[in-house]
């Protein structure tokens, strides 16, 4: 079976949904199908240039303006995406949402026969409503009904689903167009080998002079759906108590990044640095006492952090700050994994949440669980029938 898969990333290690993507090209590879990806050479940072890739995935690249322009990168993208797709030869096709909308495909197929029937959409994120939940358009404005409807017609004309969430299920189910007949739940997953790095020998550490501190690591994007108000608070109550133990340490990219560096400029607490080299993930993501994650409350079901998968990984319990009943929530308490707070919380209360934790790393936690990594299959199988 020759299987299409279309997202503007693939094979990056700083992009979830580029990994995510790697990881199911070999499982179909492995399962004896054939697989063609449809991407761009753009992403966060430098990407795979081979055509040829993860498992013999054959990589077709188009152009785009990179992710300095990326609403212009994401038009580009849609337009060449809409109109190679019905033409290409496949059997299935999987459609991510990077671009947004890129489902619409699905409205170009209907002179193709049946193939819309062939046709999965994996919803990493939700548009039009993470565009009404930071505020960008209003909920009852014509801009989100005029999306709405666009998603109603692909969900109409979808052959079947891939959720990351019961939450993004919800969300699905508000839809006049939606019919419980052709969807499964597979949360995100991260296989990249994060090996164990001592403290005395981690490069992280070193570099940022940390070695004297309880490190609670903030590392991803930090955009629209996230919020670090809390974060701030906790900072605050850790100056005005006169402590210097702990090390809030944000390790991002994203649109509110210059928002939290204005926040924190008088926090000594607070660290805020750049991405990290790839061959450091190992070093960064085990320099941590406490990992932490975070989404605003308007985000429930629209954005699923990919970054809880890597850090389960790790000996190092994880404080989510956001919805209790929100997805990544549901999978800390699965996992056995950390807290979950809610994102009113005061500072005082942040900062004792970050004590229990770190109580918790020194320890240890026999009631852990190692996280599922059988995504990649759970998905071939799905969409080819195997």
Same mark, same amino acid.
């Given at each position: 079976?020759?299987?299409?898969?279309?997202?503007?990333?693939?094979?990056?290690?700083?992009?979830?949904?580029?990994?995510?993507?790697?990881?199911?090209?070999?499982?179909?590879?492995?399962?004896?199908?054939?697989?063609?990806?449809?991407?761009?050479?753009?992403?966060?940072?430098?990407?795979?240039?081979?055509?040829?890739?993860?498992?013999?995935?054959?990589?077709?690249?188009?152009?785009?303006?990179?992710?300095?322009?990326?609403?212009?990168?994401?038009?580009?993208?849609?337009?060449?995406?809409?109109?190679?797709?019905?033409?290409?030869?496949?059997?299935?096709?999987?459609?991510?949402?990077?671009?947004?909308?890129?489902?619409?495909?699905?409205?170009?197929?209907?002179?193709?026969?049946?193939?819309?029937?062939?046709?999965?959409?994996?919803?990493?994120?939700?548009?039009?409503?993470?565009?009404?939940?930071?505020?960008?358009?209003?909920?009852?404005?014509?801009?989100?009904?005029?999306?709405?409807?666009?998603?109603?017609?692909?969900?109409?004309?979808?052959?079947?689903?891939?959720?990351?969430?019961?939450?993004?299920?919800?969300?699905?189910?508000?839809?006049?167009?939606?019919?419980?007949?052709?969807?499964?739940?597979?949360?995100?997953?991260?296989?990249?080998?994060?090996?164990?790095?001592?403290?005395?020998?981690?490069?992280?550490?070193?570099?940022?002079?940390?070695?004297?501190?309880?490190?609670?690591?903030?590392?991803?994007? #930090?955009? /629209? +759906?996230?919020?670090? @108000?809390?974060? *701030?608070? =906790?900072?605050?109550? &850790?100056?005005?108590?006169?402590? !210097?133990?702990?090390?809030?340490?944000?390790?991002?990219?994203?649109?509110?990044?210059?928002?939290?560096?204005?926040?924190?400029?008088?926090?000594?607490?607070?660290?805020?640095?750049?991405?990290?080299?790839?061959?450091?993930?190992?070093?960064?993501?085990?320099?941590?006492?406490?990992?932490?994650?975070?989404?605003?409350?308007?985000?429930?079901?629209?954005?699923?952090?990919?970054?809880?998968?890597?850090?389960?990984?790790?000996?190092?319990?994880?404080?989510?700050?956001?919805?209790?009943?929100?997805?990544?929530?549901?999978?800390?308490?699965?996992?056995?994994?950390?807290?979950? #707070?809610? /994102? +009113?919380?005061?500072? @005082?209360?942040? *900062?004792? =949440?970050?004590?229990? &934790?770190?109580?918790?790393?020194? !320890?240890?936690?026999?009631?852990?669980?190692?996280?599922?990594?059988?995504?990649?299959?759970?998905?071939?199988?799905?969409?080819?029938?195997?």
């Amino acid at each position: 079976m020759r299987v299409l898969i279309v997202n503007r990333h693939f094979g990056n290690d700083h992009v979830p949904t580029g990994r995510m993507l790697r990881d199911l090209t070999e499982a179909l590879a492995a399962a004896g199908h054939e697989v063609v990806v449809l991407a761009a050479r753009s992403s966060y940072v430098a990407t795979v240039r081979n055509d040829l890739a993860a498992g013999g995935a054959e990589v077709r690249y188009v152009p785009t303006f990179g992710e300095k322009y990326r609403v212009l990168s994401w038009a580009l993208f849609l337009v060449q995406a809409w109109i190679r797709v019905p033409f290409m030869r496949w059997d299935r096709c999987i459609a991510l949402t990077d671009p947004p909308f890129l489902g619409g495909v699905a409205l170009l197929l209907r002179p193709f026969g049946g193939r819309c029937k062939r046709l999965f959409w994996w919803t990493m994120d939700l548009y039009p409503e993470i565009l009404a939940s930071s505020g960008r358009i209003g909920e009852t404005g014509l801009a989100h009904r005029f999306f709405r409807a666009i998603n109603n017609a692909i969900i109409r004309r979808m052959g079947g689903f891939i959720f990351l969430g019961e939450c993004q299920l919800e969300r699905f189910e508000t839809y006049p167009a939606w019919r419980p007949e052709n969807y499964i739940i597979v949360p995100p997953w991260d296989r990249r080998p994060i090996d164990r790095v001592a403290h005395e020998d981690n490069r992280f550490i070193e570099k940022y002079n940390l070695r004297d501190k309880k490190i609670a690591l903030y590392a991803g994007n #930090l955009g /629209e +759906g996230h919020t670090f @108000a809390p974060l *701030v608070r =906790a900072a605050e109550a &850790l100056r005005d108590a006169g402590r !210097d133990d702990w090390a809030l340490v944000f390790v991002i990219r994203g649109s509110k990044k210059a928002q939290l560096e204005a926040a924190a400029k008088d926090l000594p607490a607070i660290l805020i640095t750049d991405y990290q080299p790839v061959e450091w993930t190992s070093d960064l993501l085990w320099s941590a006492h406490v990992h932490l994650i975070t989404i605003n409350a308007a985000s429930k079901g629209l954005v699923v952090p990919s970054k809880l998968y890597g850090v389960l990984q790790t000996d190092a319990p994880v404080l989510f700050i956001g919805p209790g009943d929100a997805d990544t929530a549901r999978e800390i308490r699965r996992y056995h994994a950390g807290e979950d #707070l809610e /994102e +009113g919380g005061e500072g @005082a209360e942040m *900062v004792a =949440a970050l004590d229990r &934790l770190y109580a918790r790393f020194l !320890d240890g936690d026999p009631d852990r669980l190692p996280p599922d990594m059988t995504g990649p299959e759970q998905i071939a199988k799905f969409v080819t029938g195997g």
